[in-house]
Nanobody
Framework: QVQFVESGGGLVQPGGSLRLSCTVSGSILSIYALGWYRQAPGAQREWVATTFRYGTATYADSVKDRFSVSRDGALNTEYLQMNNLKPEDTAVYYC?????????WGPGTQVTVSS
């Protein structure tokens, strides 16, 4: 079963940027659709973005034009570049399969946007 490990979170001021990493066990090309998700305190986990195997990406309206994904196949790692961060982006961020069954969720990486 594919494992997903997130990293790169931290504390950033509003308007700042962060780049999150999602490293998968095995080949990232084996994943048909890789999803990014986030869960704010007291809220349900929500979808942020999906990258399909051959590069097409879709984004939630709340992050469109601010977030973008890229991939390093050699490192089996996908990146979520987050720009112009807002306090409402504060959450624990996760990556996982975006279609079919999810792998067990990892601990995620905390992103806090605050002045």
């Amino acid at each position: 079963q594919v494992q997903f490990v997130e990293s790169g979170g931290g504390l950033v001021q509003p308007g700042g940027s962060l780049r999150l990493s999602c490293t998968v066990s095995g080949s990232i090309l084996s994943i048909y659709a890789l999803g990014w998700y986030r869960q704010a305190p007291g809220a349900q986990r929500e979808w942020v973005a999906t990258t399909f195997r051959y590069g097409t990406a879709t984004y939630a309206d709340s992050v469109k034009d601010r977030f973008s994904v890229s991939r390093d196949g050699a490192l089996n790692t996908e990146y979520l570049q987050m720009n112009n961060l807002k306090p409402e982006d504060t959450a624990v961020y996760y990556c996982n399969h975006a279609t079919g069954s999810h792998s067990p969720w990892g601990p995620g990486t905390q992103v806090t946007v605050s002045s």
